[in-house]
């Protein structure tokens, strides 16, 4: 069984610029994650999906970020414009329902310049 | 609030010898607790989860944690460590009834022949 897919694996912008991340979940999972991994420090949750519904972007910095998953499966996260503070690894995760395992993609490691 | 405090950063083990890694979290309710590994280049893979019941939890590669609830700690250990063990190792911790990880800020374990 697949795992959950993210792509690219590594990004390198120039500020201002935007860009984009995708995540494919495990199939059957309805809850999906994304996170923030900054260098030296744990992941921590920008926003989470039932199905097709955000249910905590309490953490989501909105003006810049978006996220979506239109289908309720994979999801799409953009940061428009980037900042140099945003060079970090956007993780991806997903579960079968919320409160059952969390299962991680490898991550996009993103670098602004 | 939660909170997940991993003091050592690093720690480095010769193979074969014994290796503890701390864990102590805050929070004023009850809650779930974690260990994740990451490899280099791979997401996060849980390792062991204390849900309730036994205090002490074992993964299947020989690691095991206890939960201390007066000390407020969940240390991972193993009573011998392989090359193949050099990893990312982050706590984590969840309010009973929430899905939403709090991670500490990772310990890299670094075993030497």
């Known amino acids: 069984e697949a795992g959950v897919v993210q792509s690219p694996r590594y990004k390198i912008i120039e500020k201002k610029q935007p860009v984009a991340f995708w995540c494919n979940p495990i199939s059957g999972h309805n809850t999906l994650y994304w996170y923030l991994q900054n260098l030296g420090q744990g992941p921590e949750l920008l926003i989470r999906y039932e199905n097709e519904e955000a249910v905590d972007d309490s953490q989501l910095p909105k003006d810049r970020f978006s996220a979506e998953r239109l289908k309720g499966v994979d999801s799409t996260l953009k940061i428009q414009p980037a900042e140099l503070g945003d060079s970090a690894v956007y993780l991806c995760?997903?579960?079968?329902?919320?409160?059952?395992?969390?299962?991680f993609g490898p991550g996009t490691r993103l670098t602004v310049l | 609030a939660q909170s997940v405090t991993q003091l050592d950063s690093q720690v480095p083990v010769f193979e074969e010898a014994p290796v503890e890694l701390r864990c102590n979290y805050s929070?004023?309710?009850?809650?779930?607790l974690f260990w994740y590994v990451q490899y280099p280049n791979q997401g996060l893979q849980l390792l062991l989860k204390y849900l309730s019941g036994s205090t002490l939890v074992e993964s299947i590669n020989g690691f095991e944690a206890e939960f201390n609830k007066s000390q407020t700690s969940f240390h991972l250990r193993k009573p011998s460590v392989h090359i193949s063990d050099t990893a990312e190792y982050f706590c984590a911790v969840s309010e009973r009834g929430t899905d939403k990880l709090i991670f500490g800020t990772g310990t890299r374990l670094q075993v030497f022949p």
């Open positions: 995760a997903s579960s079968l329902t919320a409160y059952n395992e969390q299962f």
């Open positions: 929070s004023s309710v009850s809650v779930y």
